[in-house]
């Protein structure tokens, strides 16, 4: 009987877990750690490998790291899990790495995915890497400055991990074709510019990268000597690309900064690319068209307060629609937003205002502009001296309504741009009225 190229008698596992390297020679990418001279290849070459924490998105490598730094320091090597290790068995294998630590046995603690680790399990660790019982290794997708406990952060050094480039991935996929681990006894034929698409469409994952390889593979054989990998099946193993992106991890806020930046700069093509980017990975609109309303007045302002009607408008129309139909809405004021003139008066006014605030949080309110209900109240001078602009033929009075040690500041400084030249016009003609109005007192 024939027998497929998965039989148990060929080869056994996942492509990507048969070519996982067993030297660092081996290992495909990150040479800004791993070249001669680099800090990381000389811990490993000395044989002093501190705890550590590797930072990347994944299939770049974080785990096969850890194992190779193991078998290159023969270290006893645990893979802890944070689905299902709780901390009665996160200590457990903790004490027995302190008897082995007596016995002059080293141990490596590879936790991968430490950012699913709750504190309590985290802090389980925490004592054992002071002592030096153990030598943690974490891998994580997330930023560790948010994920990871301040106290066992301090006592890890961090290496980021980058998504591996598309040569590196095409010297992965080539390996694995001609290495006896990939596809023994097995013709295959693949042209150089199927596997570029291969590459492309991995996104610096090596996993995906292997994974799709296997898939086309296995879909091209033709017996169990051939495969032959066509266009065509390329096409189909790559349809429905799977963009980056966790809706709460940092990607997530990677994306909204882009987003926001580039309205800010007024660049409308790379804003609504963004704005993409997000809502196709699955982003929920209504947090876009939030954070596209705070834009609108952080960022425009006065200089056109048409643009927050429109956000609002936008996150209104998100509601009543949801996707996909909502998203021609989100490009409207996004792309509004974008070209619209700006201005942050109203960001600086309202963070000058708070510093003063917190500052004074006990100043009390002027006599004057308290109002008055009781008899009580007027006696001790609430609302005296207060002046109901709309009595004045101008509607102005030169009333002073902040606490006497910020009188005269200013906090809203309107700029020249857009309609805000306008409101700036304005406010300097209502202060230079009541200027004069108050030196006519004085006089």
């Known amino acids: 009987m024939e027998q497929s190229l998965f039989d148990k008698d060929t080869v056994q596992g996942p492509l990507a877990d048969r070519m996982r390297p067993v030297t660092l020679e081996e290992y495909c990418g990150q040479k800004h750690l791993l070249a001669e001279g680099k800090i990381l290849r000389g811990m490993i070459d000395r044989?002093?490998?501190?705890?550590?924490i590797f930072w990347g998105p994944p299939g770049v490598g974080k785990t096969t790291l850890a194992r190779l730094i193991a078998r290159s320091t023969k270290a006893n090597f645990i893979i802890f899990s944070a689905v299902t290790s709780g901390i009665k068995e996160?200590?457990?294998?903790?004490?027995?790495?302190?008897?082995?630590?007596?016995?002059?046995?080293?141990?490596?603690?590879?936790?991968?995915?430490?950012?699913?680790?709750?504190?309590?399990?985290?802090?389980?660790?925490?004592?054992?890497?002071?002592?030096?019982?153990?030598t943690l290794i974490g891998a994580t997708t997330e930023n560790p400055s948010f994920e990871i406990n301040s106290a066992l952060l301090s006592r890890c050094r961090v290496f980021v991990l980058n998504a591996l480039t598309i040569e590196d991935i095409l010297t992965l996929l080539k390996n694995a074709l001609h290495d006896e681990r990939g596809f023994p006894s097995l013709e295959i034929e693949i042209e150089d510019s199927l596997l570029e698409m291969i590459a492309v469409y991995a996104n610096g994952d090596a996993r995906t990268a292997l994974n799709t390889l296997e898939i086309a593979v296995l879909n091209g054989q033709t017996d169990s000597m051939h495969s032959v990998v066509t266009r065509e099946i390329i096409e189909q193993c790559i349809t429905g690309k799977a963009l980056l992106y966790d809706k709460n991890g940092e990607e997530h806020y990677?994306?909204?900064?882009?987003?926001?930046?580039?309205?800010?700069?007024?660049?409308?093509?790379?804003?609504v690319y963004w704005l993409a980017r997000m809502l196709e990975a699955g982003e929920d609109p209504l947090y876009v068209a939030r954070r596209v309303v705070r834009f609108a007045s952080e960022d425009i302002g006065m200089a056109d307060s048409r643009a927050l009607q429109i956000a609002v408008a936008a996150y209104q129309s998100c509601q009543f629609l949801g996707m996909p139909e909502c998203s021609v809405h989100l490009t409207h004021a996004v792309v509004f937003c974008s070209l619209s003139p700006k201005s942050n008066a109203l960001y600086k006014a309202y963070e000058a205002a708070k510093e003063d605030a917190l500052k004074m949080l006990s100043e009390p309110v002027p006599l004057q502009i308290r109002n008055a209900p009781t008899g009580l109240?007027?006696?001790?001078?609430?609302?005296?001296?207060?002046?109901?602009?709309?009595?004045y033929e101008e509607h102005l009075t030169d009333l002073v309504c902040l606490p006497p040690s910020l009188e005269g500041r200013k906090y809203y400084n309107p700029t020249t741009q857009g309609v805000e030249k306008?409101?700036?016009?304005?406010k300097e003609a209502i202060e230079a009225w009541k200027e004069k109005k108050r030196n006519s007192h004085s006089g």
């Open 47 to 52: 044989d002093e490998v501190q705890s550590m």
């Open 90 to 134: 996160i200590r457990n294998v903790m004490n027995q790495a302190e008897v082995n630590r007596n016995l002059g046995e080293k141990t490596i603690v590879f936790v991968d995915e430490i950012h699913r680790f709750n504190k309590a399990q985290q802090d389980a660790f925490l004592p054992f890497v002071e002592k030096g019982s153990i």
């Open 254 to 271: 990677n994306l909204i900064s882009a987003l926001h930046k580039s309205m800010r700069n007024s660049d409308a093509d790379a804003a």
């Open 377 to 391: 109240m007027k006696e001790l001078g609430y609302s005296e001296g207060y002046q109901y602009a709309h009595d």
């Open 422 to 426: 306008r409101v700036k016009e304005r």
